[in-house]
């Protein structure tokens, strides 16, 4: 993975900090060819990697991209699913037997409600495989070596003790998608001990990584704990603390910190995605390649 | 809603998950399977099999009530979803058998466990707005943006519409932070997209502290990507302006409490909000469980969203819906 990864965020109008701010990002962002413009801008910075959900108007985007192979040759898309408002506005208005046969495709889930019968384990896995293939159709002809579980539902499956269904995504990432597979989650050192406890070895694993100790659950110092003393991939988002830290004092921190193979960042402005590049490159110590 | 507290639960260190209940195969099947839970389709045996100490409700509201009687008798303590009951006289019983029975008692209304709203409420009881004349508390999101609905939240007498299923946290948070509801001065419901229950709720409304103020909210909002909550509070000596992420605080002079100056001062929800052991969807989650956990277990008080404070909202609900002619 590349050290930086540029995230999607202020695309969407998702500001953990202020509604208006997100507003305004929004109306900014209307139009599609403001987001790859966007994504042009951290390309001329370096910055080829970019992490986003599974949004409906990704495949706006990765339309784009496919057109011109050239252009985009060294581009990356990490997806990350799934886009958890969709089905959780879905699961309000449908139930989740509704959801489940609105979203997988074909026959299968009506055939398995009829009659109520007995759910076999390997059902709801073929259930997760087939919307893994339904949420990656928009990436077809597209780069997408890492292929992320989203925090909601990590943690989700975490806190249920599901192991198995996270492992279960793991090896049909590498399997079917030739991707390896990431996890997102607040709740990063239980997740580690999860995985291990499934047999796999240093995982990626994108979690808050910050100065503050912001959305680090269970403290900071576990979490530095595991970067020092265990294996795995990191990768370190949230790392402004959600607004509460200066960006060069939030960079140095997460710079300083041993095993983070990529900082995850995402801005708006071609301004600050420079400055973000530049400072975190001075302190890996490399020169600045603008 | 269940499955988010049992993941919180089940990844809670305090905790042991003795059972689960849902009359679903599908879940059942899926907890029993991978997280090796113990399943129960019918609760009254789930308390006879397993004698939990505590259990948490969240099953659709028209359960409530039935439910949690059954749980008091049996004397176990309690965390069930927003609402409480479907009517204030329900209500009514469950606190008063709640208090015989010495039982914890809590209720999912999680904006109490949010920094932002939990910093207004100390602002206004240590009196720093001066005398407080009108508030505007507001809460939109996507619930019901299309005109087709078939689930409970669509039927009137399951607890459906966006009174008492969206508007009740609003409701709430005005009761803790100002006073309860005294009376209402006149509602407006209206349907946007649906034909059976009221998509939005505007009321005029006294507190007990005769205080006024309005409710606006609107579940049918898609301009919001999620719930978002906000209450606005004027005072003689300043004004609040607060959601979930951003508390903003004007004070006319000196003389501010500690942390604030005159003029606008801004708080984000990051310096308020103290750290969780696990974090599923919002801070606020794992917070009030783990209250709950610690008031079960006599480290802290039973006074944050109990069965009483619940039904405060259950009756302001009620005044609103006879208010509207
Ligand atoms: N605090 C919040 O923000 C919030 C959010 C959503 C829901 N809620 C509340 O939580 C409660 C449940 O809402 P939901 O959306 O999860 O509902 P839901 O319709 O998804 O039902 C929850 C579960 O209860 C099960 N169930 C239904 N009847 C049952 C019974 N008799 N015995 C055992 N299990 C039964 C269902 O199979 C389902 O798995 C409601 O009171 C709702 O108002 C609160």
Redesign the interface.
Known sequence: MERILFGDNQFFAVNHISDEKSRAQSIKFREDSAIVKTLDDARSLGVNTFMCTTHDRIANICAIIRQEPEKYRDFKIFPCMPYAHKYANAVTELGIAGTLKQYVPGNFIGSMFKGGMAFLSKDYLSIMELLVDSEMKMFRGINTPVIFLQNVITDLLLGLRAYEVLAAFYHYVKRKHNAEAGFITMNMPKLLDALESQGIENPIICSSINKVGFRMSGGKEIYEETLKNRKLRAIAMQVLGGGAIAPKEALEYVCELPNIESILFGASSKANIQNTVETIRHFDGAPSNA | MG??H??????HPNVEVVGVCDT????N???S????FTCFTDYKKMLADVKPDAVVVAVPTKFHYSMIKDLLESGVHIFAEKPFCLTATQGEELVKLAAQKKVVNQIGYHNKFIGTFGEVKRLIKEGALGQVYHFVAESYG?????P??D?W?SDPKEGGGCLLDYASHVIDLINDILAPVKSVKGSLLKSIYSTTVEDAVYSLVELQNNVSGVLSVNWSDET???M?TSVTIEGTKGKIIS?A??LKVYFKDAGTPAGYNKGWTVK????LTP???????GEEYSAQLDYFVDAVAGKVPNTINTFQSAWYTDKAIELIKQSVN
């Open positions: 499955i988010s049992l993941s919180i639960l089940g990844a679903s195969k599908m879940v099947d899926f907890l399977r991978y997280g090796k996507p619930v019901v943006i299309r087709k609905q689930t939240r919001h990507r999620k978002t959601d992420n951003e984000y929800i990051t310096d750290q969780v052991d696990f974090y599923l969807r």
